[in-house]
C-alpha cells in the first residue's frame, strides 16, 4: 500500500450527472488515514456514480491507491489496489485473452468503485453483478484495521460492502475472477421494433447469448408504442486480441451545444438513429466500442449544461413489469418531459448483498434533463416504480425518498446492522447516506 504525506485542501466537487456540486475538504488516501480524531469521509474513486452517493463534507480521494499486484495469466485471476481504473485492468488482461465477467458501460469506474455499488451491465441475466466474481477483498475499518473479507471469511461485512455504496470501510485492494474470451471483438446483432412488448420478447428469445440490451426511442412515438433497437452478442471466436485505443473526442463549447438537447434536437437524432439501424443486422466490433461507447466522448456529461442530467435507473420484477412500464410511458407521455436517452435490460435473481439492487425482472435506465419539471415527474415514476415491488439503482440515484429506500430495499435493517457493529461511530458517509437515513 502506498505511503505519502496526507494533504488537505478544499476543491469543488460534482456527481457525474453534474447534478449536484458541493465544496468539500479533498483527503488523500494513505494507510493511516483513520485515526481517533479524523472526520467522516466520503469514499471517492474516480467520480462516475451519477448522484451523491461520492459526496460529502470530507472527500477521500482513493485515485493515489492504484496499480496492479497480481495478475495469474494461467488461472485469470487479478488483485488490483481499489483506486485502479477498468481501461488499465483492460490493457493488461484483453491482449492476454481475459475480460471481466461484468463490466459497466464505462472503463473509466475504479474497481473499488465496480464493488462498493456492485455494478452492472448488459450480461446481468446470464452473468450476475461485479461482486458475484469477486473472490475476496481487503478492506480498512474505521479502528484501521485491515480485514480480508470473502462469503467465507467475515461473510456478514462482505455482503454488507459489496454494493454498500463505501459505507463499511475503505476497500484497498479487490481479488477478481476474470473471464476467458476468445476474441477482443464482439459479434453484434440489432433487431428494430415498434412495440414495446417486442423488445421483451427478444430477451426471452436470445436469452442464451451474451449480451442483450435495448434502447428505447421516447421522442418519436405514436399511441404508447414507442420504437425500439435491440442488441443481441458474444464474444467473437477469431483469437483476435486487439485493445484499440480509446481516443476521446473533446467537443468544443459543450455548454452551447446544450442548447441543441431539446425534444426537438434529441427527437431528430433519434429518428436518424433509428432510420440507420437495420433489422438483423450482423457487425462485428471492437470491445470498447461495444462496451465504453460513451468514453469515446471527453466529459459527455457536460453536454447536458449547467444543470446537468438525472437518471432513472430501475427495475420491476416480471410478473409487473408490461403494467407498470405502461404507467410509467403514460406518466411520462403526460407530460413535456422526455427522456433523451433510454436503455432497456434483462436482470436475473439478485445475489446475497444487503443492499442489491437487481432482482429478476427488467429495468431501464432513463437520462432526463435535470429542471424541477423533471424532478416532479421523477418522484411520481419513483412511486409507482416501488409500489411493484421494483427498486432504484443507488449508484445512479440523486432523488430517492427514505420511504421509498426502506420499501424496496428489504435486507435494509440487516444492512444497517452490520453497518453498526463494524462502523459504530459511522466513520463513513456520504450525502445520500444521511438522505436515506442509514447513516
Request: glycine share 6%; charged share 25%.
Amino acid at each position: 500500500m502506498k505511503k505519502i504525506v496526507n494533504n488537505k485542501k478544499i476543491k469543488k466537487f460534482q456527481s457525474w450527472g453534474n447534478n449536484i456540486t458541493i465544496s468539500a475538504k479533498e483527503i488523500i488516501f494513505s494507510e493511516d488515514i483513520i485515526k481517533d480524531k479524523s472526520p467522516n469521509l466520503t469514499i471517492y474513486g474516480n467520480g462516475r456514480s451519477y448522484g451523491d452517493c461520492a459526496l460529502g463534507n470530507n472527500i477521500l480521494s482513493m485515485n493515489n491507491n492504484n496499480g496492479i499486484k497480481r495478475f495469474d495469466n494461467e488461472k485469470g485471476v487479478i488483485e488490483c489496489n481499489s483506486g485502479t481504473k477498468l481501461r488499465d485492468i483492460n490493457s493488461l488482461i484483453i491482449p492476454k485473452g481475459w475480460f471481466f465477467p461484468v463490466s459497466p458501460g464505462t472503463s473509466l469506474a475504479t474497481i473499488g468503485g465496480c464493488v462498493a455499488s456492485d455494478v452492472h451491465g448488459k450480461n446481468h441475466y446470464t452473468n450476475g453483478s461485479f461482486s458475484d466474481h469477486v473472490i475476496s477483498l481487503k478492506i480498512l475499518n474505521s479502528k484501521n484495521e485491515i480485514l480480508e473479507i470473502s462469503r467465507s471469511e467475515l461473510s456478514e461485512i462482505f455482503y454488507a460492502t459489496c454494493g454498500g455504496m463505501g459505507l463499511l470501510g475503505i476497500i484497498v485492494s479487490v481479488s477478481l475472477k476474470l473471464m476467458r474470451i476468445n476474441s477482443s471483438n464482439i459479434y453484434q446483432t440489432e433487431k428494430k421494433f415498434t412495440r414495446i412488448e417486442d423488445l421483451i420478447d427478444a430477451f426471452y428469445e436470445h436469452e442464451n447469448n451474451m449480451y442483450n440490451v435495448g434502447w428505447i426511442d421516447f421522442l418519436n412515438n405514436k399511441s404508447n408504442q414507442f420504437r425500439n433497437i435491440f442488441m443481441t452478442a458474444n464474444h467473437g471466436d477469431d483469437l483476435i486480441y486487439k485493445n484499440i485505443e480509446i481516443k476521446e473526442i473533446n467537443v468544443p463549447f459543450k455548454k452551447c451545444f446544450s442548447l441543441l438537447l431539446n425534444n426537438q434536437g434529441m427527437k431528430l437524432f433519434n429518428k436518424i438513429y433509428f432510420s440507420r439501424s437495420e433489422h438483423n443486422r450482423f457487425s462485428k466490433i471492437n470491445f470498447n466500442k461495444f462496451f465504453y461507447i460513451l468514453d469515446y466522448v471527453k466529459d459527455w456529461n457536460l453536454l447536458y449544461g449547467r444543470n446537468g442530467l438525472l437518471q432513472l435507473h430501475f427495475v420491476i420484477p416480471e410478473k409487473s413489469i408490461k403494467y407498470a412500464l405502461n404507467k410509467i410511458f403514460s406518466n411520462i407521455s403526460e407530460t413535456q418531459i422526455r427522456p433523451y436517452l433510454a436503455t432497456f435490460k434483462r436482470y436475473s435473481d439478485s445475489n446475497n448483498n444487503y443492499l442489491t439492487f437487481a432482482k429478476k425482472g427488467f429495468g431501464a435506465a432513463l437520462d432526463f434533463p435535470n429542471n424541477i419539471n423533471s424532478r416532479k415527474l421523477l418522484k411520481k415514476l419513483e412511486s409507482i416504480i416501488t409500489d411493484h415491488d421494483g427498486k432504484i439503482y443507488l449508484c445512479k440515484d440523486s432523488l430517492l425518498s427514505k420511504e421509498n429506500f426502506e420499501k424496496s430495499y428489504e435486507k435494509h435493517n440487516l444492512y444497517k446492522k452490520v453497518l453498526k457493529e463494524f462502523n459504530p461511530e459511522l466513520k463513513f458517509n456520504s450525502i445520500q447516506s444521511d438522505r436515506l437515513g442509514i447513516t
